[in-house]
């Protein structure tokens, strides 16, 4: 039975077989099943000492035309088998990358010179290696604005351009040659809505919804805010001439105000209101609610009616929900003057 994380790739490795399985579980050996005669044989195993496997990668990357795979672990080092003539060499570490903390990698050939380099994407910085032309890597400066990268993809959109996009815990951002598009899906963190937007040449937005906005760090913002919640990023795709499109996806769990209520169903999306009480029955939770006679703004028509009921037990009144309209009421009624109820998951798209 499988524990934690599941990885895995298909490559030809052994001799006589086109579409081997290289398969890992955290906490339990890698193996390869070799896929001869239409199906899967017997597990080999390629190494019993890659507990904390996160993610599996396969390329020839010293030039002898065999598949090789590395192995990215988080904590610990990333991994080489080599292969030859097709068999497995044994497992050896990258130099340099014992502290790593690797959640995704890509190969590719990012200094044109006709061997595969590395992108590792780590809770810390992505890093870049430059193989050598024989499977030995060294590595490179490389600007950075995640503060953890769960997923790496790649996009051919020109002769002998590479880009990537990069996935993470604070957005996306993308490493960046000449290229056409990619789509980018987010989730709006005030309405909980699913958005999209396609991002060009120049690190402008165009056919964009909702206002999007790419700032510095990666994070993707309503246009307008110079601070506030990012937009989680759910999944990135890229499409070439040829429509070929390549997606990564994380998961995310919106609820801004970390109230125990996702902002879909939440009235009051800015103010931790887990009871959800809402004695008027207008879809605005009486914390983020002091529009009393329901004009829309919140202002001194409403300050009267507070007024005319305080220390009593006026439910629509009573903002915090202690059974009694009094001061404590009136200061969060004060955060919200000339203000608007709300905002209101319930009632935006």
């Not at 759910?234 to 769990?253: K, L, P, W």
Request: some cysteine; overall charge negative.
């Amino acid at each position: 039975a499988a524990d934690g994380n599941s990885v895995d790739v298909i490559a030809s490795y052994l001799v006589g077989s086109t579409s081997d399985l290289v398969f890992a579980n955290e906490g339990q050996d890698v193996r390869l099943y070799p896929f001869a005669g239409g199906a899967y044989g017997p597990a080999m195993i390629l190494s019993n000492a890659s507990p904390n496997v996160t993610s599996l990668a396969a390329a020839d990357i010293d030039g002898d035309t065999d598949n090789d795979l590395l192995i990215g672990n988080n904590p610990g080092p990333i991994q080489l088998v080599r292969f030859e003539a097709g068999a497995p060499l044994g497992l050896e570490s990258i130099p340099g990358t014992e502290g790593s903390t690797v959640n995704a990698l890509l190969l590719r050939d990012f200094d044109a010179d006709g061997d595969k380099d590395l992108l590792a994407g780590t809770d810390g910085v992505d890093l870049l290696y430059f193989n050598d032309g024989t499977g030995h890597f060294e590595q490179q400066p490389m600007p950075s604005p995640h503060r953890r990268t769960t997923a790496l993809d790649a996009s051919f959109q020109c002769e002998g351009c590479i880009d990537v996009a990069a996935a993470g815990d604070d957005g996306v951002g993308e490493y960046q040659n000449s290229r056409q598009a990619i789509y980018v899906a987010v989730i709006d963190p005030v309405t909980g809505s699913l958005e999209f937007s396609s991002f060009f040449d120049g690190g402008g937005l165009e056919n964009t919804f909702r206002g999007l906005t790419l700032v510095a760090d990666g994070h993707f913002l309503l246009a307008g805010e110079t601070d506030g919640a990012a937009w989680p990023v759910i999944g990135t795709s890229q499409m070439g001439a040829t429509g070929r499109s390549d997606a990564v996806f994380i998961e995310v769990d919106i609820d801004v105000d970390d109230d125990g209520v996702l902002d879909g169903s939440d009235n009051c999306l800015e103010v931790a209101n887990p009871a959800q009480r809402d004695t008027d029955g207008d879809s605005f939770g009486n914390y983020c609610d002091g529009d009393f006679n329901n004009d829309g703004a919140i202002n001194f028509a409403d300050l009267t009616v507070m007024k005319s009921v305080f220390f009593s037990g006026n439910p629509n009144a009573d903002l915090n929900g202690d059974g009694a309209v009094n001061f404590a009421d009136l200061t969060l009624l004060k955060a919200q003057f000339f203000g608007a109820p709300g905002p209101s998951g319930l009632l935006l798209p």
